[in-house]
T-cell receptor, first 114, second 111 residues
Framework: DGGITQSPKYLFRKEGQNVTLSCEQN?????MYWYRQDPGQGLRLIYYSQIVNDFQKGDIAEGYSVSREKKESFPLTVTSAQKNPTAFYLC?????????????FGPGTRLTVL | EDKVVQSPLSLVVHEGDTVTLNCSYEVTNFRSLLWYKQEKKAPTFLFMLTSSGIEKKSGRLSSILDKKELFSILNITATQTGDSAVYLC???????????FGRGTSLIVHP
């Protein structure tokens, strides 16, 4: 079965700790994305990657970091510099940064900072 | 800056009702408009619209785009409780191939 997986589903973190969210896809997609979703808000882009070993900041990259060492994997680290990290995080992938760019989403990780 | 505005932000109806969700946009060099359904976790793709006036249909759901007036509507007829979800609209435009998302419309269908 092709798809995107995210882990964990729920994550609790103490203030001041870094935490890493996992995102894996087996769709052979080149492009991958991280979004943040807050209640009543749309999806806001954190980072995206067009290809292995390359990634770009989105609209709200401050306090986050990513890596893209493998095509299948695009982990997101929420650092202690992120002032308000409690949110629902969605990972997505697409064939590439091409026209008519339909994205496929993972099930999300809900992060709560205690 | 690209803008995508959805209305209403929330909607409560009873089973069997018909609903119309709106998505208006202000973007440069429009390419496509996408609708997604988000039922608790992962948004799932519904429609992609690129041309004005051509209705896309899938069962009880349909959508149409008006590129002159810069909006799209998503219609759901004979709603069921399983239609309860957040419906997201996204627009692909300009020099970026990354869609801009609206805030979504939360639809609750009561039995």
């Amino acid at each position: 079965d092709g798809g995107i997986t995210q882990s964990p589903k729920y994550l609790f973190r103490k203030e001041g700790q870094n935490v890493t969210l996992s995102c894996e896809q087996n769709l052979n997609h080149d492009a991958m994305y991280w979004y943040r979703q807050d209640p009543g808000q749309g999806l806001r882009l954190i980072y995206y990657s067009q290809i292995v070993n390359d990634f770009q900041k989105g609209d709200i990259a401050e306090g986050y970091s990513v890596s893209r060492e493998k095509k299948e994997s695009f982990p997101l680290t929420v650092t202690s510099a992120q002032k308000n990290p409690t949110a629902f995080y969605l990972c997505a992938s697409s064939i590439g940064l091409v026209i008519y760019n339909e994205q496929f989403f993972g099930p999300g990780t809900r992060l709560t900072v205690l | 800056e690209d803008k995508v505005v959805q209305s209403p932000l929330s909607l409560v109806v009873h089973e069997g009702d018909t609903v119309t969700l709106n998505c208006s946009y202000e973007v440069t060099n429009f390419r496509s408009l996408l609708w997604y359904k988000q039922e608790k976790k992962a948004p799932t793709f519904l429609f992609m619209l690129t041309s004005s006036g051509i209705e896309k249909k899938s069962g009880r759901l349909s959508s149409i785009l008006d590129k002159k007036e810069l909006f799209s509507i998503l219609n759901i007829t004979a709603t069921q409780t399983g239609d309860s979800a957040v419906y997201l609209c996204a627009v692909e435009a300009g020099g970026s191939y990354i869609p801009t998302f609206g805030r979504g419309t939360s639809l609750i269908v009561h039995p």
